[in-house]
């Protein structure tokens, strides 16, 4: 096992973290790269560039995930994993998914610097559409990949302009049939990613690591109110059903639901809420909504998604509006492997990084991985807990850590 200096090239990695950030579908501070946009596409095209002058065999799959390997000395042995996501929802910041992907790729130009040879291939995995912005599931690629969403499926995944699945992959370039995207159970020997915590512990707490070992489950919810436009002048207010104010109510009742839950670990969010007409004097005929809800106990995020559905059917009948409940997924936790944790904690000491064990709020293409190989996550901390957001940051100390110890640690699992 080699000892992974700290001697990675931060200036160059952060610079490779802005350059990908000016790929962007709007003007900087904001990244916003939707999957299968040009900005997505050319984004893919910085990073394969990346891989390919750092010696990696590059491939994709049928549906875009991206696989560059640096090949071990031992062929006959499955790879070990790293790395993460580059979409990026709208208005989002740097560093969401980008740190894995990059910070991943730096680890192991760093290995390949010391002299390392792995006696394992070492893979770098970039994740097609981590986020639900396009087809309002998240994870797509790394579902598919974990034999979690079925070819069938993702075939009728449509985005909102009513472009399937087909269509825009094609459109990007990625053929070959869907039923090839799914890998066999123990593909990957063990698979780490790298990751922003995406919440605030680890910066209040001082500390340099996060070694997560569950991963939260998360669920999404499509809510379609249909009720009654109008004139907004002439249509008396016993006379209407008003799908907005039907869907306020909904809006509040996920939120009583969540509160309420007897946990702080419970937290639900209406992210999306599109109202038709759209005229400020018409009556709002059609609203979608998009919820979502996540728990690190499955029980209980699963009784606020009864709670909604209670509240769907109370608003129905009260509000004489119809209501579609659609439950676009439902994921379990995700337990997070104790060789990999031990292998991680073993890093982060020898490197005398100060970290915890911790769980983890947000989601990942990691649970998804969960199912065909050991994974887990390093988490480093990002400031004031910001993600999501064009303020999102993570300081030049905080990344090197993350991918030194990544670096340590995949030498170790590789060798
Ligand atoms: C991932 O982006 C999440 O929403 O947790
Ligand atoms: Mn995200
Ligand atoms: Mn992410």
């Known amino acids: 096992m080699t000892t992974a200096r700290p001697d990675l090239a931060i200036d160059g990695l952060m610079a490779e973290l802005e350059e990908l950030a000016k790929i962007s579908e709007a003007p900087a501070p904001v990244v916003t790269r939707v999957v299968f946009s040009e900005a997505d596409l050319r984004a893919r095209a910085y990073l394969k560039q990346l ?75 970039i994740f097609t559409a981590e986020e639900p912005t396009r087809f309002g599931i998240g994870c797509l690629g790394s ?28 459109r990007a370039g990625f053929a070959g049939p869907l039923e090839s995207v799914a890998l066999r159970p123990g593909y990957f020997h063990q698979f780490i990613e790298l990751h922003i915590e995406q919440g605030p512990q680890l910066e209040q707490e001082g500390l340099d690591l996060g070694l997560v070992t569950h991963i939260a489950a998360p669920a999404s919810l499509r809510i379609t109110l249909l009720g009654e436009g109008g004139h907004a002048g002439a249509t008396l207010m016993p006379a209407r059903k008003d799908a907005l104010t039907a869907a306020a109510e909904l809006i509040l009742a996920l939120e009583e639901a969540a509160r309420s839950s007897g946990a702080i670990d419970t937290v639900g969010t209406t992210g999306v809420c599109e109202v038709f007409p759209g005229a400020v004097n018409s009556i709002p005929s059609r609203v979608r909504l998009e919820c979502d809800i996540r728990d690190i106990d499955e029980a209980r995020r699963d009784r606020v998604i009864e709670a ?91 990344i090197g850590s993350g991918v030194h110890v990544l670096a340590r640690t995949l030498s170790h699992l590789a060798s």
């Open 51 to 125: 891989c390919h002058d750092a010696g990696l065999v590059v491939r994709e799959d049928a549906v875009g995930n991206t696989f560059a390997r640096w090949n071990g000395s031992d062929r006959q042995l499955t790879p070990i994993g790293t790395g993460s996501h580059i979409d990026a929802i709208p208005n989002a910041g740097k560093f969401d998914g980008c740190v894995g992907v990059l910070g991943g790729l730096e680890a192991i130009r760093v290995l390949q610097k010391l002299g390392f040879k792995p006696r394992r291939s070492i893979e770098l995995v």
């Open 143 to 170: 579902r598919m990949m974990g034999g979690a969403l079925t070819p069938e499926h993702a075939r009728a995944l449509r985005d909102k302009e009513g472009r399937d699945l087909e269509e825009l992959r094609t």
């Open 308 to 398: 909604m559905r209670i509240a769907c059917m109370n608003v129905e009948s009260r509000r004489s509006v119809r209501i579609q409940l659609e439950l676009v997924n439902a994921d379990p936790p995700a337990v997070c492997d104790a060789a990999i944790l031990d292998a991680l904690e073993e890093s982060a000491i020898a490197a005398g990084r100060k970290f915890k064990r911790m769980v983890s709020r947000a989601y990942h293409d990691s649970p998804f991985i969960s199912r065909i190989a050991p994974a887990a996550m390093l988490f480093i901390p990002c400031r004031g807990g910001v993600s999501h957001r064009p303020d999102e940051y993570a300081s030049p100390q905080w």
